[in-house]
């Protein structure tokens, strides 16, 4: 399928594109809210300024995809594969990421706040500036992420892997670091007033000069 056909048919009232191939389509600006596009395969698709809010996007294959300034909030992306993809200021509150690959992703901006990224892999996924205020990142891989000056208030990242992050100057006001392993990470000027900790939560080889805490 390609997008003129994908578009007429949304129009035309059709919400269930599943499995869909649109590898490689142009598809800026598009409004597609409440789509489905389970299991479709989207690799290297333009959906920049799109609004796919609320759209299902379980195991969807988005590898390389433009969602830069795309509207995902509220949308499951519960599995899908978004390694290397660029959502570069999207607005992706309250979406389900959860066990997503977001590897090498470029995130800079996006607003995550009250989403669930639940055991996701955002190793070495450049987050700077992000907001992922109330978001669940339990058990999720965030191994050399680049979270410098990112907003994790009362985030919850039980059991997270946060090992050799950049999160200098990030917000971790409240945030639940029970079970983190923060080894070797950049923290030169982070907020960790109120973060929860218990025996669990490793700090090993952290740098953490200025580190505001209580």
């Known amino acids: 399928m390609n997008a003129d056909e994908l578009l007429k048919r949304y129009a035309a009232g059709e919400r269930n594109f599943h499995e869909t191939n649109l590898k490689e389509a142009f598809l800026r600006e598009a409004f597609l ?3 489905n596009l389970a299991c ?9 300024l799109a609004n796919l809010r609320g759209a299902n996007l379980i195991a969807a294959k988005l590898k390389n995809a433009c969602l830069v300034m795309t509207k995902l909030n509220g949308a499951n992306l519960s599995r899908a594969d978004l390694s290397f993809a660029r959502l570069t200021g999207a607005d992706m509150i309250e979406a389900n990421l959860r066990n997503a690959n977001l590897s090498d992703t470029k995130m800079i901006g996006v607003d995550l706040s009250r989403s669930s990224l639940y055991a996701a892999n955002l190793m070495e996924a450049n987050l700077i500036d992000a907001c992922l205020d109330n978001t669940n990142l339990e058990g999720a891989n965030l191994s050399e992420a680049k979270l410098r000056g990112a907003s994790l208030k009362r985030a919850n990242l039980r059991n997270a892997f946060v090992c050799e992050s950049n999160l200098e100057g990030a917000d971790l006001t409240g945030a639940d670091l029970r079970g983190a392993n923060l080894s070797g990470a950049f923290l030169c000027g982070a907020n960790l007033e109120g973060a929860k900790r218990d025996k669990k939560t490793i700090f090993s080889g952290t740098i953490h000069f200025c580190v505001r805490q209580v």
């Open 40 to 48: 479709a395969e989207l690799k290297e698709i333009n959906f920049s």
């Open 33 to 35: 809210i409440d789509i």
